[in-house]
């Protein structure tokens, strides 16, 4: 059996396998999942994979909602001011 670049440890493979896996259960998964994984890859296109893969034969299970999730909160974070700003001005 060949590595999956996208899923080394078949983590993400195994959740949806899991029947009646709790939402907490992926997250705590995902984690294992981002951890395990090369800090040069490109995160959100990986979770964009994943969720081809496997979210659109099962777009209910709470593994897909946490890799839509991962997605959404992977996004660059955006200042909004805050005390320095208003000591400045």
């Known amino acids: 059996m060949s ?6 440890k078949g983590l993400i493979r195994e959740a949806y ?9 992926c997250r705590l998964i995902f984690l294992d999942w981002a951890l395990s994984m ?8 990986d979770i964009a994979a ?3 893969r496997y979210g659109s034969e099962a777009p209910e299970h709470p593994m897909t909602e946490v890799l839509r999730e991962g997605q ?5 974070p955006r200042r909004r001011g805050g005390w320095r700003r208003q000591a400045r001005d």
């Open 72 to 76: 959404a909160s992977a996004e660059r």
């Open 50 to 52: 994943l969720i081809e």
């Open 17 to 25: 396998r899991i029947e009646g896996i709790t939402g907490g259960e």
């Open 38 to 45: 090369d800090a040069g890859r490109d995160t959100q296109a």
């Open 3 to 8: 590595k999956d670049a996208l899923d080394p």
